[in-house]
C-alpha cells in the first residue's frame, strides 16, 4: 500500500497568511495526487487534482504542486472561510489513500 | 444539480449486518465509478471500495475484503453498501462519492452528506 504523509499534523495562521501544506508518497505516484478541503460535520470538497489542477469553482488562492513523492498545496492568502482540516489522496493505486490531514487554525 | 443522499446507518451490535444506500440525482449514474468513503469519530479519511460503471469491476480495502460488498443498480440511480460481520472498528460516517471519470485518477468530485454507522454492543 502506498502511505500517504502530511505535515504539519495542523497550523496556526492568520487571515492574509500564506499556508503550505506538504504530502509525501511512500512511493511515486507521478502526478497522480488530489487534495479535499474539509469542514466540521461537513463532506470533504475536491480542491485540486492531478497535483495541480484546480477544480471548478475553487478559488484561485489554492494551488498545488509536486510530482514523485512530494506534493504541496498552497492557501496564497488565507480567507476566513479556509480554516478547516486539508487531506491529500493518491489516487491511482489501490487501495486508494489519504494523508492524515492537515487542520488549519485560527492565530 | 448533482446530488447524493446516503440512508441505512445506524447502531448494529458486532457481528452484526447493515445496508447503505446511496440515492444519486442530477447526472447519469451510469456513466460514473462510484466509491465508498468513511471517516471514523475525530479520524481521517478511509476509503473503502469502488465499482465500476456497469458493475463489472469491484476494489476494496483490505480491512473489508469478504465483508463488504458494494453494488448498484443504474436503473434505481443508486448506490449500496452491504456490510456484514460488523466489527467496532468499523464504526465511521460512510459517505457515498462520484469519481469525476476525467482519466485524472480515483478522485472524487460529489460527496453524499454521510451516514453515520455505529457497531457497539
Known amino acids: 500500500d502506498i502511505q500517504m504523509t502530511q505535515s504539519p499534523s495542523s497550523v496556526s495562521a492568520s487571515v492574509g497568511d500564506r499556508v503550505t501544506i506538504t504530502c509525501r508518497a511512500s512511493?511515486?505516484?507521478?502526478?497522480?495526487l488530489a487534495w479535499y478541503q474539509q469542514k466540521p460535520g461537513k463532506a470533504p470538497k475536491l480542491l485540486i487534482y492531478?497535483?495541480?489542477s484546480l477544480q471548478s469553482g475553487v478559488p484561485s488562492r489554492f494551488s498545488g504542486s509536486g510530482s514523485g513523492t512530494d506534493f504541496t498545496l498552497t492557501i496564497s492568502s488565507l480567507q476566513p472561510e479556509d480554516f478547516a482540516t486539508y487531506y491529500c489522496?493518491?489516487?491511482?493505486?489501490?487501495?486508494?489513500?489519504f494523508g492524515g490531514g492537515t487542520k488549519v487554525e485560527i492565530k | 444539480e448533482v446530488q447524493l443522499v446516503e440512508s441505512g446507518g445506524g447502531l448494529v451490535q458486532p457481528g452484526g449486518s447493515l445496508r447503505l444506500s446511496c440515492a444519486a440525482s442530477g447526472f447519469t449514474l451510469s456513466n460514473y465509478w462510484m466509491a465508498w468513503v468513511r471517516q471514523a469519530p475525530g479520524m481521517g479519511l478511509e476509503w473503502v471500495a469502488n465499482?465500476?460503471?456497469?458493475?463489472?469491476?469491484?476494489n476494496y480495502v483490505d480491512s473489508v475484503e469478504g465483508r463488504f460488498t458494494i453494488s448498484r443498480d443504474n436503473a434505481k440511480n443508486s448506490l449500496y453498501l452491504q456490510m456484514n460481520s460488523l466489527r467496532a472498528e468499523d464504526t465511521a460516517v460512510y459517505y457515498c462519492?462520484?469519481?469525476?471519470?476525467?482519466?485524472?485518477?480515483?478522485?472524487?468530485?460529489?460527496w453524499g452528506q454521510g451516514t453515520l454507522v455505529t457497531v457497539s454492543s
Open positions: 492531478t497535483a495541480s
Open positions: 489522496q493518491q489516487v491511482n493505486s489501490f487501495p486508494l489513500t
Open positions: 465499482i465500476k460503471q456497469d458493475g463489472g469491476a469491484k
Open positions: 462519492a462520484r469519481d469525476p471519470m476525467r482519466g485524472d485518477g480515483y478522485n472524487f468530485d460529489y
Open positions: 512511493q511515486g505516484i507521478s502526478s497522480w
